[in-house]
Nanobody
C-alpha cells in the first residue's frame, strides 16, 4: 500500500512562491507516474501537473504552465511542486497522487493513491 504525505502549504501573498513536497512510502516510487491536483471550495478536483516515472516527461495545466515546476527525486522518494507568481485563483487544497503505470495521465480517475492534501491560500 502506497502512502503519500504532502507538506509545504500555507498562506502567501499574490506574486509570492511556495514549494510543496510529497513523501512516498510503501511502494516502488520509481515506477510510478506522479501528479499534483488541486481542489478549490465548491469546485471539481483539477489537474495541475504530472511527471513520468523517470522525470523525463512532464505536463502542466494551461493555468499553471510557466509558473509551476514539478520535479521528483527517486532516490529520496519525493515529489515537489515549486509554485511561483502565485495568484488568488491558485487557492485550493493540493493533492499528490500516484499512478502505478508507465502511461501518463491528467485524469484524476487514473490515479490509485492519494495524499490527504495541503492547503494553499493566496491573498490578494
Amino acid at each position: 500500500q502506497v502512502q503519500l504525505v504532502e507538506s509545504g502549504g500555507g498562506l502567501v501573498q499574490a506574486g509570492g512562491s511556495l514549494r510543496l513536497s510529497c513523501a512516498a512510502s510503501g511502494g516502488t516510487f520509481s515506477t510510478y507516474n506522479m501528479g499534483w491536483f488541486r481542489q478549490a471550495p465548491g469546485k471539481e478536483r483539477e489537474f495541475v501537473a504530472t511527471i513520468n516515472w523517470s522525470g523525463g516527461k512532464i505536463r502542466y495545466a494551461d493555468s499553471v504552465r510557466g509558473r509551476f515546476t514539478i520535479s521528483r527525486d527517486n532516490t529520496r522518494n519525493t515529489l515537489d511542486l515549486l509554485m511561483n507568481s502565485l495568484k488568488p485563483e491558485d487557492t485550493a487544497v493540493y493533492y499528490c497522487a500516484a499512478r502505478p503505470s508507465y502511461l501518463m495521465s491528467s485524469d484524476s480517475g487514473d490515479y490509485d493513491y492519494w495524499g490527504e492534501g495541503t492547503q494553499v491560500t493566496v491573498s490578494s
